[in-house]
């Protein structure tokens, strides 16, 4: 007697529980909960698999390292017969002076002591050095060059403004974003690819652009495009400019970029402040090349190429180029965000319109209830009295699942849908077996409530062992799974535990509490 | 109401022979068909490639949509009616995924328009690299491998309560993976391999009750998988998640036929196998069809109505489910018999 007032106090508990939860998901406000998430296949939105080419960045740190040994090597006056990047991620450095050797040993040993020397051979008198970066400080490059990514894609993401954005780290070099609700996807990938790589870059003025498009391009220089289109008719013009190689300045001085309208033409550009280190060297470019042409690049695409008219102190600059008001905005937010440390490439795609999420939960919603349904109507026909307990306990299960799913947090997907309606036909299984059984045992002439206990004791094993199975298939796919699969799995998860709940221990009280508490003589079933 | 009634009698056991038959030739059509159609046809989830499904705001012909197209890095593409005929709703598949498609959704959007003079709207767009598939593949394969590895191991302690011989299985599976894999033996030959070993280990310890339940399963996974194949329908995660439930379910299904059978054997032990194993089955039949009743209900109110992104995630479950009971009643009980010469 007083062990089953103790089973209805615990039933009750996990009921409320479970209301608790799931009533902000109906009537959000009522208490601060959050409502049950739902996938992007439900609600429409992007799924991004990006990967990061670290590669790159352990190409650009020694390209750097390169740019800063030529430069130490000019103060130092020591001749090289060339520094050279080869195998994409090695320096050769070839020598040709006995004396200048030691010199250059003795740079390497103060100066570069993180580098390895991967080969050192003499041929014809000249000394070559082959250099390249030790593999842990490699490893160590790549993984923070995702890390980086990471952080620089959530900022972008954070000013597109996107409620809710998901964005982790996928195995090694990977990046999963999930964002949604989005609606202009094609604006948000472009937004979240660009390298955006600005760098100001002096125009090659003394020598001939029409050669180097001929093929005598001159060392040190390099053409790149100026791409404008025109609003009108949409004619997309290329003007090709001979622009030096060394990058002046990058866009890693910036503190801060904003979309400003010229009062002039009334036309939007980005204006562009740099910190204090990236002032004084904007400060000194200018200064010395006045009545000179200054690239501003982004990601090798000239966006425009001002002549300087005098010395720019202050630190502030203008980007200009025919821009739309949404094409300068977004420009800002890549530049305010930084620069991705490599470039990152789509692996997988996927966007769901948000109408059609709407019809997914209307047509899951719909064989939901008709499943649902069928299976109430069947078990009451078929076990009378009994099947209404099995009836009720089925709707409960529903409300578990659903209290789970929000109680955890997890998501539902179409797929999960699915396995909802799922576990509402496999959930009366437990109830049909311990029903069968104590059919089995009232033809045996027991009476009700020995039927009844002997049918729970003896399905109960029965029906862990069953269900355990289901579990173990559950659980390997929420392991593996991923978006709408691992959805899946997590209902059938919280379906197989709900319905352990309660068929043996909900059905079973409410059967206890009228043989036992009402004296109940007769059993329909 | 009751469908069957209680002392029913029917001989299961005796048309083993026959079921045997039938089971043997639904394996080898399905395999045949494997071998035939060269593996299932892997969805764009598999193989990589790019999906998009768009729906007209009138009808158009199908005819217009391919010459919208055309030009395209699109043309060599599948062009295939979704879901109902008044939905206006179509499936464009191909197996490129070039960067160069970047604002595909855009693209396809105007020359649809264009070409049938209808708008039309990007429902959905799914685009994965081929190296994703490949990954996927691979996972999709383990989680194959863990279940049956877990399962396995659950039901050889579970049913023949020798925990420390069900540990030695898992190492023995485990470790001849982990050598093959030193091989570089590619992932389908490895789960093969993980497969005979176990039914070696099983037939070796005589885990009757465990050789039971994997041959059961590996029945009904061939089968489905090979129904799916002469269908040609496309083999995606969805199926995976599907299978896997059927696992799940067969599983369930022999567990409750092999919970009686070993309830019976104490019971009655005077009597031969073959009847214990007959009276079990027939024991549970009244819960097996009712089980199977229901929740084919639901899946095949799921089938029904669920819509057409469901669909073959659906019609994998009737399939399984309908397997399934088949196989717990007619192909893992009788499968307990085969050490019945050998014991007397």
Known sequence: MKNLSWRLIVIAAVIVTAVIYVIPTFQPGVWPHKKINLGLDLQGGMHLVLEVDADKAVENTIERVAQEMRQLLKKEHIRTLGIERVETVKLAVKLAKDDDNQRFDDLLDEEFRDLRIADRTVKNGVLEIVLDLPDTEADHIRKLAVDQALETIRNRIDQFGVSEPDIRIQGERRILIQLPGIKDTQRAKELIGKTALLEFKLIDEDHDLQAAIGGNVPAGSEILYETKEDPVTRRVQKTPLLVKKRTSLTGAYLTDARVQIDSQYNEPYVSITFDRKGSRLFERITADNVKKRLAIVLDDNVYSAPVIQEKIAGGEARITGNFTTEDARDLAIVLRAGALPAPVRILEERTVGPSLGTDSIRMGLLSMCVGGLLVILFMAIYYKGSGVVADFALTLNILLIAGGLAGFGATLTLPGIAGIILTIGMAVDANVLIFERIREEMDLGKTPRAAVDAGYDRATLTIMDANVTTLIAALVLFQFGTGPVKGFAVTLSLGVVASLFTALVLTRAIFDYFLISRKVRTISI | ?344
Not at chain 2, 213 to 235: L, P, Q, R, W, Y
């Open chain 2, 1 to 344: 109401m009751q469908f069957i009634k209680p002392g029913i009698n029917i001989d299961f056991i005796g048309k083993r022979k026959i079921a045997f038959v039938i089971s043997l030739a639904m394996i080898l059509v399905s395999i045949g068909t494997l071998i035939v159609n060269k593996g299932p046809r892997y969805g764009i989830d598999f193989a990589g490639g790019t999906l998009v499904q768009v729906k007209f705001d009138a009808p158009v012909t199908m005819n217009r949509i391919k010459a919208g197209l055309q030009n395209m890095e699109l043309a060599a593409s599948a062009v295939q009616q979704f879901g109902q005929a008044e939905d206006n709703e179509y499936l464009i598949r191909t197996d490129a995924t070039t960067p160069a498609m970047q604002d595909l959704s855009e693209k396809i959007e105007h020359r649809l328009k264009e070409a049938t003079g209808v708008a039309v709207e990007i429902r959905r767009m799914e685009m994965v690299g081929p190296q994703v598939g490949e990954d996927l593949r691979e996972k999709a394969l383990f989680a194959m491998f863990y279940a049956l590895l877990f399962i396995t191991v659950y039901i050889s302690g579970r049913f023949e309560l020798k925990w420390a011989k069900s540990g030695v299985v898992a190492v023995a599976i485990m470790g001849a993976v982990y050598i093959l894999s030193l091989f570089n033996v590619s992932i389908p030959f490895l789960m093969l391999a993980a497969l005979i070993v176990s039914l070696a280990i099983f037939w070796f310890f005589e885990f009757k009750y465990a050789m039971g339940a994997i041959v059961a399963i590996i029945h009904d996974v061939t089968i489905t998988v090979g129904i799916f194949s002469i269908f040609d329908k496309e083999f995606t995660l969805p199926i995976v998640a599907a299978l896997l439930t059927i696992i799940g379910y067969s599983l369930n299904d022999t567990i409750i036929v092999f919970d009686r059978i070993r309830e019976n054997l104490r019971k009655y032990h005077k009597e031969p196998l073959t009847t214990i194993v007959n009276k079990s089955i027939n024991e549970t039949l009244s819960r097996t069809i009712l089980t199977s009743l229901t929740t084919l209900a639901v899946v095949v109110a799921l089938f029904v109505l669920g819509g057409g992104i469901i669909h073959s995630f659906s019609f994998a479950l009737l399939i399984g489910i309908l397997i399934g009971t088949y196989s717990s009643v007619y192909v893992a009980s009788p499968i307990l018999l085969a050490w019945q010469p050998r014991r007397k």
